[in-house]
C-alpha cells in the first residue's frame, strides 16, 4: 500500500501543515503503508495555459514534474493533501497542481483510490479550504475518508501535540481504509452523476478528445 501527501505551504520545516501531514503519513506506516512526501513548493509545476491537449493525449504537454508526478501518484492507493489558508483559501502552490487535473477530473483518473485533507490557519478560512480540496479530490474519484481543519494561533505547543496524534490517528485510520476497500455510498453517488456528466461532455467532443474518449470507453462507462 502505497500513500503520497501533497503540501502546499511553502515553509519547508517550518510549516506546520508539513508537520501535520507528516504526521499522518507516520500513522499510516504503523500500519504498514509505504509512504512518500511531495512539498509541491520545491516541485517544477507550472501554471496550466488551458490549452486543452491534455483530454486529446490523456497527459499534459508541458515539460516540467507533473506527469511523472501524477504518474506515480496513479500507481499509489492513497493521496493526503495538506495546505495553510493564504488569504482566506489554499495557496497558489496547491491550486496551481489543481490547474493542472482537467482530464483527471473528466476521466476521474483516481477512482478507487481513497484521501484525506488538512488545512491549517491562524484564524479563519480552514473549513473553506478543506472543503475544497475534498471537493477536488472527489471530483478525480478518490473517496475522502476524512480531514483536519483546524487554526493554530501559534505557540500553543500543548494543543499542537494534541493536532499531532490526531494527525497520527487519521493516518491509521486511512491505511485501514484503503486495506478493508470502505465504501462511501454518498461519494460513490456522486462521483457516477459526475461521470454521467462528463460522459456527455466527452461524447460531444469525441473526434477531437480522442485519449478520453478511449479511457471512458474502455471504462466501460459510455
Ligand atoms: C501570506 C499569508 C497569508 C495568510 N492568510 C491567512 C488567512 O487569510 N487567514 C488565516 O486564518 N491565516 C492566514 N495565514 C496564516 C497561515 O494560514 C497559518 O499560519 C498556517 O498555519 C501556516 O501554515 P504553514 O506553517 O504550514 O505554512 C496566512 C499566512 C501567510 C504567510
Known amino acids: ?3 503520497f501527501a501533497l503540501c502546499g505551504s511553502p515553509r519547508k520545516n517550518n510549516s506546520r501543515t508539513a508537520q501535520l501531514l507528516k504526521q499522518v503519513l507516520a500513522g499510516a506506516q504503523l500500519e504498514g503503508a509505504e509512504t512518500e512526501y511531495v512539498d509541491l513548493s520545491e516541485s517544477k509545476i507550472n501554471y496550466c495555459f488551458g490549452c486543452g491537449k491534455c483530454h486529446k493525449l490523456g497527459e499534459c504537454i508541458q515539460k516540467d514534474s507533473f506527469n511523472s508526478l501524477f504518474g506515480e501518484i496513479l500507481q499509489a492507493e492513497g493521496i493526503i493533501l495538506g495546505s495553510p489558508v493564504y488569504a482566506g483559501h489554499i495557496t497558489a502552490q496547491l491550486k496551481t497542481w489543481f490547474d493542472r487535473l482537467a482530464n483527471a477530473i473528466h476521466c476521474q483518473r483516481l477512482a478507487g483510490k481513497y484521501g484525506m485533507v488538512i488545512s491549517t490557519a491562524n484564524g479563519s478560512g480552514h473549513e473553506d479550504a478543506a472543503n475544497y480540496m475534498e471537493k477536488v479530490l472527489r471530483r478525480i474519484g478518490v473517496q475522502v475518508v476524512d480531514r483536519m481543519a483546524c487554526t493554530i494561533p501559534g505557540g ?6 494534541e493536532l499531532l496524534s490526531r ?5 491509521v485510520t486511512l491505511a485501514r481504509a484503503i ?3 470502505r465504501e462511501f455510498p454518498e461519494q460513490l453517488e456522486e462521483q457516477e452523476r459526475l ?4 460522459r456527455q461532455v466527452i461524447l460531444r467532443n469525441k473526434d477531437v478528445w480522442e485519449w478520453e474518449y478511449r479511457y471512458i470507453q474502455e471504462k466501460g462507462w459510455l
Do not use: C, V
Request: hydrophobic letters at 40%; aromatic letters at 4%; glycine letters at 4%.
Open 156 to 161: 500553543l505547543l500543548p494543543e499542537e501535540a
Open 167 to 171: 494527525a497520527r490517528d487519521l493516518g
Open 179 to 181: 486495506a478493508e476497500k
Open 1 to 3: 500500500m502505497k500513500i
Open 195 to 198: 461521470r454521467n456528466h462528463y
